[in-house]
């Protein structure tokens, strides 16, 4: 079992766990996820480490309740437990050798974008910051990404914020500003991240996006998670999660994410709620 | 006198047009008077042919000769002094390629159904005996066992029994390895692996489960943990998949996907449980294994119309076992034979509608000895299918060999050892089971489970003399 030490609420539908477990806290690095099940009988979901603690043997995930799995984790509260915690799984992210990089956050992508921008911050990296929100009312990390960004422009589709527009809008205002980045990562819904990479490919930007697939057991063994990239397939549990934009088959991505649909609507209609492993809305 | 019928004494199954639409166990087993018939046709060989082909060295004649007396816990016993898990060897193992091939009375009519009667013994066992299982005082010598599958578990009860403080780290939430997530529940319940393991666990075994070596410890990290010796056995989870278009349509599963998602996750209590999977109105299961059939007959139980199995070759050179090939044929699995998938077309918003495929035919033996299937010209044709299930192997998960330096692979990706010992290149560190073999047997990776027990054992009295 493993334990929550601390409950967050962002927005309405977004919750932030600090959970105990000291040797994932050990291994954990940007990039890499978590997969867990809640209770007996529970669906085995995975989950990006938001944020982790190898002093206080902690790892903070951050959900967003779309399906019955995050409704339920959200549930629970400080004290309580959680089934099954495993990981780190996946490969970390390489950071290290780039100097000017455009971080976008896409929703709660924008939880997994953190803990990259944290890192290229930490490593002297120039962080210049896009996340993008349906209103303002679910705008989520806004300090926390400030406090580790050069720039930060916070983008909503309604202009709630007074900053109408979608992420791109931002990110292609900057490089024709003659911002020359080294390395863009964009991070939330798919259609998203497709988006991105379509706009950095003809300025030849290097782009990474995070995918994250519906998958069973993160450690390559059933394959559910496989993708086109290049022209070859790819699991992004054990090859990912972490791929270059401008080789990803985003349209395969996206229908492959359909894939339980009818039973999502007839579980949601069984216990008036929705199943999804889907973290990106 | 011996009970001279040339048959086995048949075993109880549940019909077949009852079956195929429950995840009930298919064959029901022995009553204690059926078992002592079948046991009296035992002809007690002094030179115990039978016991040369079982990887464990079950010490056969005496057991059924236990049977034969009614004395159904000595046997039990019996069985249990080489084999740590006899209810699930009684029902998964090949004994039909093993001890029973080599039975006296196979030479005219069946053999002594040896199998079924390991299996009797073992639920006469769980059914009317409660265990006092002893824990085994600890000589506190740390061992590691990478993996909760047959080898893993076999390796850790071995070490366990020799007094070794044995620790199995698995990936899954569950111990158990492909028993759990592979065999379905029809063929092997998992109320019976659940009790098999929990026996080891009395005796001592520690299991640790949501661990994946190699991520969150490597090799070298257990050893500064005081880990003195391991043992891999992480398997073949590797799914192949053909490399055709249109295999990453909806609608398109891994066999391990498939089955993981039945077995282990439990999707056929979907919505109770919370794991879905879609199994369409028409399946197409490529490949000829175990794995094929247990796939094929669970789609069929999910309530698919039509379930086909595609194999390259004949029915001839089917890998699986004769006994799954009848199941699965009684149960209305359409066996397309000597057809290989082309591709694999999809509708308009991507979900398989058909798959392409052309028949073979054999042609000169292959490496592996068997006859090679050459493409027939111009027969090409569909099978319209909602869902295709890919079944032609798994290959070793890489995740340990990454993660550990200096551990010699193939270059398939099995890790090389030292045969009779699963002795690797790092001292210290031995492995077995599928990923040193490839995906194999339940039994011989227990065999290998077993020796490399005793070779650690050996390895740690050297050390420390």
Known sequence: MYKIVEKGILNEQVKRMVIEAPAIAKKAEPGQFIILRVFDGGERIPLTIADYNRDAGTVTIIFQEVGKTTKLLGTLNEGDSILDFVGPLGLASHLEQYKKVAVIGGGLGTAIAYPQAKKLHSLGAEVHSIIGFRNKELVILEDEVKKVSDEVYVMTDDGSNGNKGFVTDQLKEMIEQGNNYDLVIAIGPLIMMKFVAALTRPYNIKTIVSMNPVMIDGTGMCGGCRLTVGGQTKFACVDGPDFDGHLVDFDEAMRRQMMYKEQESHSQKEHACRIGGAQNA | ?465
Request: net charge negative; proline share 5%.
């Open chain 2, 1 to 465: 006198m011996p009970n001279m019928s040339l048959e086995k004494v048949k075993m109880p199954e549940q019909e077949s047009n009852v079956r195929n639409r429950n995840f009930q166990e298919v064959a029901l087993g022995y009553t204690e008077q059926m078992a002592k018939e079948e046991a009296e046709r035992c002809l007690q060989c002094k030179h115990k042919p039978c016991v040369m082909g079982c990887p464990v060295n079950v010490q056969i004649p005496e057991f059924i000769k236990l049977v034969a007396e009614g004395k159904f816990e000595e046997a039990y016993q019996k069985v249990k002094e080489t084999n740590a898990l006899p209810a699930i060897c009684g029902r998964v193992c090949p004994q039909e390629t093993q001890c029973e091939q080599l039975c006296v009375r196979a030479k005219k009519g069946e053999s002594v159904g040896i199998g079924r009667l390991e299996r009797f013994v073992a639920d006469w066992h769980m059914q009317n005996v409660k265990d006092q299982i002893e824990k085994v005082p600890s000589n506190g010598q740390k061992v590691a066992v990478i993996g909760a599958g047959p080898a893993g578990l076999t390796c850790a009860g071995d070490l366990a029994k020799k007094g070794y403080d044995a620790t199995i780290f698995e990936a899954f939430h569950t111990p158990g390895g492909v028993l759990m997530y592979g065999i379905p529940e029809f063929r092997l319940p998992k109320e019976i692996v659940k009790t098999e393991i929990s026996e080891l666990e009395q005796m001592g075994v520690n299991i640790q489960t949501n661990m994946v070596i190699g991520k969150i410890y490597a090799i070298e990290e257990l050893k500064r943990e005081g880990f003195e010796a391991f043992f891999i056995g992480s398997g073949a989870g590797l799914p192949r998949f053909m490399n055709i278009p249109g295999e990453n349509l909806n609608g398109v599963y891994s066999a391990n996907e498939f089955l993981t998602r039945i077995n282990l996750m439990k999707a056929y209590t979907f919505p109770n449980t919370d794991t879905p999977v879609r199994v369409g109105k028409r399946v197409a299961v490529v490949g000829g294994g175990n794995v094929a059939m247990d796939a094929a007959r669970s789609a069929k139980r999910m309530g698919a119309q039509e379930v086909y199995i595609v194999y390259r070759r004949s029915e001839q050179e089917l890998p699986a076992r004769l006994e799954e090939v009848h199941h699965a044929k009684e149960e209305g699995i359409i066996f397309e034979l000597l057809t290989n998938p082309l591709s694999i077309k999809g509708t308009e918003d991507g979900w398989v509608k058909e798959m392409r495929c052309a028949k073979m035919e054999l042609g000169e033996p292959d490496a592996s000895g068997r006859r090679r299937p050459v493409l027939k010209e111009g027969s090409e044709f569909d099978i319209a299918v909602d869902t295709v299930i890919i079944a032609i192997g798994q290959s070793p998960n890489p995740l340990i060999k990454s993660t550990t330096e200096g551990l010699e692979t193939h270059d398939w990706g099995g890790i090389m050892t030292e045969e009779s010992t699963g002795k690797t290149s790092i001292e210290g560190v031995y492995a077995g089971g599928d990923v040193v073999t490839g995906a194999a047997t339940v039994i011989l990776a227990m065999g290998a489970g077993r020796e490399a027990a005793n070779a650690i054992d050996e390895y740690l009295r050297g050390k420390n003399v």
